[in-house]
Structure formats: structure tokens, C-alpha cells
């Protein structure tokens, strides 16, 4: 999580902060579909107090080669016609210097850097220079794993081309553990990101967090309190038949619903309970792995000192009487354990008995295991 402190120059005057400490507020569909999709979305977000940035997806990042991958440049022609048909400010995100370039070109107010393209160093240069002198306002998404040094990394890049309307999104991570969330929102990072760089506007995608209608308020009013400076969220006409990312889209009425709740902190205690109970559960599992890391370096040192010794058949008797070995064993003898925890046993003990054969554990053939 160490990151250094290189300053970042931000505009004192910056699309992604209100002097008045109101919201920033973007909404739209995840996939530009259809012009006609496009333009009835707008209209309605239009008439939601606070909304004045229409988002939508131009270019889909997909992990699979078959998925839906976007309607491309034609979806900024409808963009550049929404814009001036409703006088929204416009945003898509963005993945390269070509995405840019068009982007611009088609007049999009305010670039969105990828996730992808956030812990891509070479990409980020690449866009830097498309961008050098145009004073474009421009977001940038976290990575997708935790790492403050790519996203700061990122920041660093865009300064160097003198960009600096800029803005963080927190769209939440890759993790072991996701439930009950699509992206885990890893609090700490953002906070810590926000700790050193208090200049920073840093927005909170609750679409992407959440995943799930459930959890859009709870996700957002969380955000909230942490002290974000705006929301991003997915609306769409008719979220059933959106080709992309249904389940977490509301139709523009019921993100108006959403809104007012959050501005009058109206306590939906069912998931928020949730939300905070797993939370407060991560981060006793992180503080857990920490320690068993710990524990098990530690364990590996003492193992490598007796090694040392070439005790003979004391070294021969230990290894016989190992402890891992015991009490692995022990456990698989109780009969209170699920096929699942019995599996994890199974699979632990195989991955410490290849580490202790393995040459390359430090060990040496006859180290304790």
C-alpha cells in the first residue's frame, strides 16, 4: 500500500469538487445501445436534481473475446447529439491514445481512464501525449488490483502533460474474497489515497462496487460518509434489456429515488448492516493473514536454523514427529468438519509436503516440515 508523496498539482477550480460540497453527480447506461436508448435515458437524468454528466460505455473491456465489446464510434456521434440536445456534460471511458483522440473529436467532455489502462505505464504515456495541451478534464479509475503507486503512477503521468482537472474513481477491486460485492471497494486505499493527497477530488462508482441493485444505496451512502466528493451510477431506460451489466442499472426514476434517500440519509438498516458486518470481517481476515504470514516466516527461519545443525537422527526424529504433520492429520480425524474444510486440510497439507521436498524452499531434504 506505500506509495510516495510526489505532489500532484490539481486545479483549484476542478470539474470533480463543488464549492458548495454538494455532490458531483454521473449517470448513465454502462453501454451506449442506441441512439434513440441514448437520448430518452438523458432526457429523463436531465430532470434529476443534481445530475450534469451523462456517462456511457463506447468501447467495453472485455476479459473474453466474444463478450458485447461496444458500439465504438458511433456511439459518440449519439453522445455529441444528446449533448446538445439536452445540454448535459458528457463522459465515456477511455483505454488508449485512439479512444482519446476520438473521444475529443467528437467533443466528450471529460475522459474516464480504464482500469486497464490505469496500470498499463506504456498506455498512460500514450494518452498523456494525446492529451498534452487541451486542458481536458479527466478521471482515472483505480486498477483493477490495489496498488497505489500505478494509480498515483498514472496521476504523475498526466501532470507531466500538464493535465490538471483531474478526479479519482473508486470502482473497487480484484480480491480473494469479493462477496457480497462485484468489486471489493478496499475503504483503507481510498482513504489512505485521500490522507495523502487531500487536493485530490475522489468520486465512488457504486454501480461497479455494488453490482446489484441491493446494494447501490448502502454502497453509496457508505461512500458518502467516507467523504467523497460525487457519485457515479448506471442508469438505463429499460434495464432488462440492457446488453451489458443489467443487474446493477436502475431506470432514471428510481436512481431519483436513490438520490433523495442519500441526501437525506435515510437508513436502510438491512444492508447497510450487512455492509458494515463485512467490512469489519475483511479487515479482521486481513489482519489475520498478516499475522499467519508472519507466524509461518517465522516458523521457516527456526526450521532453517535446525537444519543447520545436521543434527543426524535427532534431525530424522523430528521430521518424523513433525508438527504440521500431527496436527493436519488430527484434523482430518474430527468428524465436525465440512467436505469443504476437509478439502482445505487436504490441500495444505499437499502444498506443505511439496514445499518441504522442494530444493528451492531452503529447507533441504531433511528440514522439519
Excluded at 171 to 195: C, I, S, T, V
Amino acid at each position: 500500500m506505500r506509495a510516495s508523496r510526489t505532489p500532484i498539482n490539481v486545479a483549484q477550480k476542478g470539474s470533480f469538487r463543488h464549492v458548495d460540497g454538494s455532490l458531483v453527480l454521473i449517470a448513465g447506461p454502462c453501454s451506449a445501445e442506441s441512439e434513440e436508448q441514448l437520448l430518452k435515458t438523458a432526457q429523463q437524468l436531465k430532470s434529476i436534481q443534481g445530475i450534469s454528466v451523462l456517462r456511457a460505455g463506447i468501447w467495453k473491456s472485455r476479459t473474453r473475446p466474444n463478450s458485447f465489446k461496444g458500439v465504438g464510434t458511433v456511439g459518440l456521434q449519439w453522445l455529441d447529439m444528446v449533448k446538445k440536445e439536452t445540454g448535459l456534460r458528457t463522459t465515456c471511458e477511455v483505454a488508449n491514445a485512439q479512444h482519446a483522440e476520438e473521444a475529443m473529436k467528437y467533443g466528450v467532455d471529460i475522459l474516464s481512464i480504464s482500469g486497464r489502462a490505469t496500470v498499463n505505464p506504456f498506455a498512460m504515456e500514450e494518452i498523456a501525449a494525446v492529451l498534452k495541451g487541451t486542458n481536458m478534464p479527466v478521471l482515472v479509475n483505480n486498477p483493477v488490483y490495489p496498488d497505489l503507486g500505478l494509480w498515483l503512477g498514472a496521476l504523475e503521468r498526466l501532470n507531466q502533460a500538464d493535465i490538471t482537472d483531474l478526479g479519482l474513481i473508486n470502482r473497487g477491486f480484484a480480491a480473494d474474497e469479493q462477496y457480497p460485492y462485484r468489486n471489493h471497494p478496499r475503504w483503507d486505499y481510498m482513504l489512505q489515497l485521500k490522507d495523502m493527497h487531500p487536493e485530490l477530488p475522489i468520486l465512488c462508482d457504486a454501480a461497479h462496487i455494488a453490482g446489484r441493485r441491493s446494494l447501490l444505496y448502502p454502497v453509496s451512502q457508505k461512500a458518502v460518509d467516507l467523504g467523497v466528493d460525487g457519485l457515479l451510477f448506471e442508469s438505463h431506460m429499460n434495464p432488462s434489456a440492457a446488453l451489458s451489466s443489467k443487474q446493477q442499472q436502475l431506470m432514471p426514476q428510481e436512481l431519483e429515488l436513490l438520490i433523495n434517500a442519500i441526501r437525506t440519509k435515510v437508513k436502510l438498516e438491512g444492508t447497510n448492516h450487512l455492509v458494515e458486518q463485512l467490512d469489519d470481517l475483511s479487515q479482521q481476515m486481513d489482519s489475520m493473514d498478516k499475522a499467519l504470514v508472519e507466524l509461518l516466516l517465522r516458523r521457516r527461519e527456526v526450521s532453517q536454523k535446525i537444519s543447520l545443525h545436521q543434527m543426524g537422527d535427532v534431525q530424522e526424529g523430528l521430521q518424523q514427529a513433525s508438527g504440521w504433520q500431527k496436527e493436519l492429520d488430527a484434523w482430518l480425524q474430527r468428524d465436525d468438519y465440512t467436505e469443504m474444510d476437509s478439502s482445505f486440510v487436504k490441500s495444505l497439507k499437499e502444498a506443505l509436503q511439496q514445499h518441504r521436498r522442494s530444493p528451492q524452499s531452503g529447507l533441504g531434504s531433511t528440514a522439519v516440515a
